[in-house]
């Protein structure tokens, strides 16, 4: 029986990054994962089939709506959406196999099965052939990801009331798809799908769609997504849905309480996501969960249990690749005697629709709850020579830096490219930058990056060039 230094639960982004930063740092590492391939959730049936879907539908879009603008005659346009989701299969694939490449490269040995705790320091796998391994470790590190949140009084049967699982396998195009919860899973597959041709209606609970994000950017992409064709029922609160042969409907109150029914063929669940410990046995060795069945971890992120650590989706936190990516390498680093650190607060979130939305930082809901005095400065995508080069004019970007020191508290984004533009922002704020600074700093001409620049220069006196 072999003795390993860290065992890791679980590879999607979290895991399998933490099992190479082990590795990198010397230690005995194995890797566990339930399902025959590796990358989890985010490779498999999350960030990287989506993204692939989000850019062809994209392509289809723009071909059908703006290439005669630009003196591009299309005869004949049509949607191969076998190919489309083939495309995509392919995509997935591909980064698969680097994850595998990865593991062999860094020596890393990969176990397939389901993992539980038989104590503290031995973790037991079954595979699908019940056969049993036992591995002894002396570190376990616990990555195993979220599911879809169920709702209640919704059951879904994965055909025609869908997760984001299904949404991205669909063998048709749906003529109208009912999406429940206006969050970032929802709208991203919205947009696909109503780039593609569908009626696409979105069912949220609360007033505003990203209610977790800067109130602004829910309210501008609304506008956007309303001209693709996006219908928005908000203040309404689902109760139920049927499905009768090929149809479902989906039961509601509306924002005046009033029972109402929407008909559709596919209705597509997406009101967030919840931590997965099923089969773990972590009462076995005394690991405790939250009410949300969120494991319980110490600023450390090591749990109850001396030597078991746990990150991503199962720990408080938001549900982000790239969060659990940092936590993954910070656990690692800690088991190896160094002193990481992260700042939660400097993380980045994104939305993969058209325009882009992306943000960091506080969100001026948060600096008034928190009696932080403010100043504020926007700058339109319109107003950007880039901008109106390409014809992606909806948006803006608006910064917001404390009112004595000027330092930037928070970069709320949304437009071509502000995914990429973010990093800027995290990397100002990262090292305390002011709004100044940032105003003071050549950026190419043209660009879509400028209009973080005029951003910055609206908030230090309003002093914008170009709005």
């Known amino acids: 029986m072999s003795m390993y ?88 694939k591909q980064n698969v196999e680097g994850i595998n490449y990865l593991m062999k490269k860094n020596k890393i040995d990969v176990f397939h099965g389901n993992a539980s705790f038989k104590t503290a320091q031995q973790i037991i796998i079954k595979n699908d052939q019940a056969s049993t391994t036992i591995l002894e470790t002396r570190n376990t590190i616990i990555a195993t990801g979220s599911k879809p949140t169920a709702l209640k009084g919704i059951t879904i049967d994965k055909e025609r009331i869908i997760t984001s699982t299904e949404a991205l396998s669909l063998k048709e195009i749906p003529k109208h798809l009912v999406i429940i919860g206006g969050g970032v899973i929802g709208l991203e597959l919205g947009s696909v799908y109503a780039r593609l041709g569908s009626k696409v209606s979105v069912v949220e609970y609360t007033d505003s769609i990203l209610p977790t994000m800067d109130r602004s950017l829910g309210k501008e992409l609304q506008k956007s997504l309303t001209k693709l064709g996006v219908a928005f029922h908000l203040g309404h609160k689902v109760t139920g849905a049927t499905v009768k042969g090929k149809k479902v409907g989906v039961n509601m109150l509306d924002a005046n309480n009033a029972p109402i029914t929407m008909d559709c063929d596919y209705c597509l669940v997406a009101v967030g996501r919840s931590p997965y410990t099923n089969g773990l046995d972590l009462s076995t060795i005394g690991v405790s969960t939250d009410e949300r069945g969120r494991i319980n971890v110490n600023e450390q992120l090591e749990t109850s249990v001396k030597g078991i650590y746990a990150i991503g989706d199962v720990v408080r936190g938001a549900m982000l690749a790239h969060k659990a990516e940092e936590e993954g390498v910070f656990v690692a680093e800690k088991i190896a005697g160094q002193h990481p650190h992260i700042n939660y607060l400097l993380i980045p979130g994104v939305v993969y629709t058209w325009p882009e939305v992306a943000a960091v930082g506080y969100t001026e809901e948060e600096l008034k709850q928190n009696n932080i005095s403010y100043k504020s400065g926007s700058f ?28 930037i508290l928070g970069v709320h984004m949304i437009g071509p490219r502000v995914a990429d533009i973010i990093g800027e922002a995290v990397v100002a704020m990262e090292y305390r930058a002011s709004a100044e600074d940032i105003a003071r700093m050549s950026h190419a001409h043209p660009t879509y990056s400028e209009a973080l620049k005029e951003a ?12």
């Open 5 to 92: 230094d860290v065992t890791v639960i679980g590879a999607g982004p979290g895991g399998y990054v933490a099992a190479i930063r082990c590795a990198q740092l010397g230690l005995k590492t194995a890797l566990v994962e339930r399902y025959p391939t590796l990358g989890g959730t985010c490779l498999n049936v999350g960030c990287i089939p989506s993204k692939a879907l989000l850019d062809s539908s994209e392509h289809y879009h723009q071909a059908a709506s703006s290439f005669a603008t630009h003196g591009i005659n299309v005869d004949g346009l049509k949607i191969d959406f076998g190919q489309m989701i083939a495309r995509k299969a392919e995509v997935v």
């Open 456 to 467: 910055c220069l609206a908030a230090t006196d309003k002093r914008a060039l170009h709005a």
């Open 380 to 407: 339109p995508f319109k107003a950007s020579g880039r901008a109106r080069a390409s014809m992606d004019t909806d948006g803006f970007i608006k910064v917001l830096a404390d009112a004595t020191t000027d330092e």
